[in-house]
């Protein structure tokens, strides 16, 4: 596969990254339910001495007993998983939207990394970065043939140090470099856009500690300049999931009080819950309901989300409420189909298990796991058609994935290999159309731009005016069988 069409096709498998987690740090793991295996740790402890004694240089005993951990849990499923310090440090930025950097949120477009938008106050916005803006080099390091973690890795660092980016800016066809001290950054995962007079778009880009209040406070910035607000866009594509109470919380923002948002269900007692629309389930302990500020025309404005093969876990809770409870139209693609809780259970002060503890389920009762949330209306990324939705990945192609809880293994193992095929067909088809064209695919419009035609589509159905809905795009069985 081409390098650009690599790039481009593959954007969605972040959402893999999108653990749904319940931040339950503890220092020591459960006891076991069952007498533990002697003849197993017997052999375990056999090979440890035999690679200590034989290998064929001296290996770190530590660093044997984190991956023997890290290889056990790895074989369970997807999303659980061992963190030494390194990792453990940068899940915890991840959960907090805190972290040492310059301030962007990125993409890719042609190898490069792109600017999609400066985080407000941050050093990049004081430099003068811009939307649009491509970075080539970060330091002396050319980008193209980074991946985008890779280049995210090259631009954060040590608070007050010095990073120096590349930039080359389009409209002005021009190439500079700009020097940034790193700082503490506070990512913004809630951007909202006033589209025309009484429709406005919302988007959740993660569910982080700081989302709710974000999501607060840009309502209220919405309804100071629209106080008669017509229709909302709620936009959740892309959106790899995060804290559960987050995502409560954003469901119970536009839902009657105390209606279930979602259930959850699993081996131990407190796996076995019930969170509804109301502070018990979401706000933090001791704290007030963040919600209360927000006006009581919210429950009532016409609402739209949108989602794609990219919304996941989190994401998920909330359109499936939002669908359930018949208070929004969910318009877009079949969701990545991340239906399982994982806890986070502290290890020591730098290490942890992430583990999956739970399935959860919709107040329908529905396991969307492997499967996702079908869209009411499902549309296409662009007037053009689906360039890379064929391409993503999601849950279901996944090595080890969980099933909805119910189903036939043989059946799954079918299933996932007829998967597997349709992807590849997808991707030759699409690599042979554009090697005939001599030109590789655009990328695809900056969300909330007036080339998004997913959002176009979404503001229509609000205004009552036609919806150009997909002709191509099938629901995708979580049980599908080969050839089907």
Known sequence: MG????????????????????????????????????????????????VKSDYVEPVDEKKLINDAIAGMVSGLDPHSQFFDKKNFK?????????????????????????????IEGS???????????????????????????????????????KVQLTIYRKNENRTFPVTITREEIHAQSVRYKIMEPGYAW???????ESTVDDFVKKLEEIYKAEPNLKGLVL???????????????????????????????????????????????????GGADPLRKLPAALKKVPLVVLVNEGSASASEIVAGALQDHKRAVIMGAQTFGKGSV????????????????????????????????????????????????????????LEKHLNAGNDDPAKNEAADKAREAAREEARQKLEAEYAKKQEPPKPLPEFGSAQDFPLTQALNKLKGETVIVSKTAMERKAEAKPGE
């Open 123 to 161: 050093p990049a916005f004081r430099a003068g970065l811009k939307s649009g803006d491509l970075i080539s080099k970060i330091d002396d390091t050319a980008v193209r043939g980074l991946t985008l973690d890779a280049a995210v890795k090259r631009m954060r660092g040590e608070l007050n140090t």
């Open 3 to 50: 390098a650009k069409l690599k790039v481009a096709g593959w954007v969605a498998v972040g959402a893999v990254a999108g653990a749904l987690t319940t931040m339950q740090f503890q220092a020591n793991a459960r006891s076991s339910l069952s007498p533990l295996p002697l003849e197993e740790l017997q052999q375990l402890a056999a090979v440890f001495g035999m």
């Open 202 to 208: 919302l988007r959740v880009s993660q569910f982080q």
């Open 90 to 118: 940068e899940f915890r930025e991840g959960s907090t939207g805190k972290f040492v950097g310059v301030g962007i949120e990125i993409g890719m477009e042609d190898g490069l990394v792109k600017i999609v938008s400066p």
């Open 235 to 285: 936009d959740l594509r892309n959106d790899p999931g995060g804290l559960l109470d987050a995502s409560v919380a954003i469901s119970a923002a536009f839902l009657p009080r105390d209606v279930e948002v979602v259930s959850t269900n699993g081996q131990i007692p407190e796996s076995k819950s019930s969170l509804k629309a109301n502070p018990e389930s979401y706000a933090r302990r």
């Open 342 to 397: 994982q806890t986070v259970r502290q290890l020591g002060p730098e290490t942890a298990l992430k583990i999956t503890t739970a399935r959860y389920y919709t107040p329908s009762g529905r396991s969307i796991q492997a499967k996702g949330i079908v869209p009411d209306i499902m549309l296409d990324e662009t007037a053009e058609g689906n360039v890379f939705a064929a391409l993503r990945m999601r849950e279901a192609d």
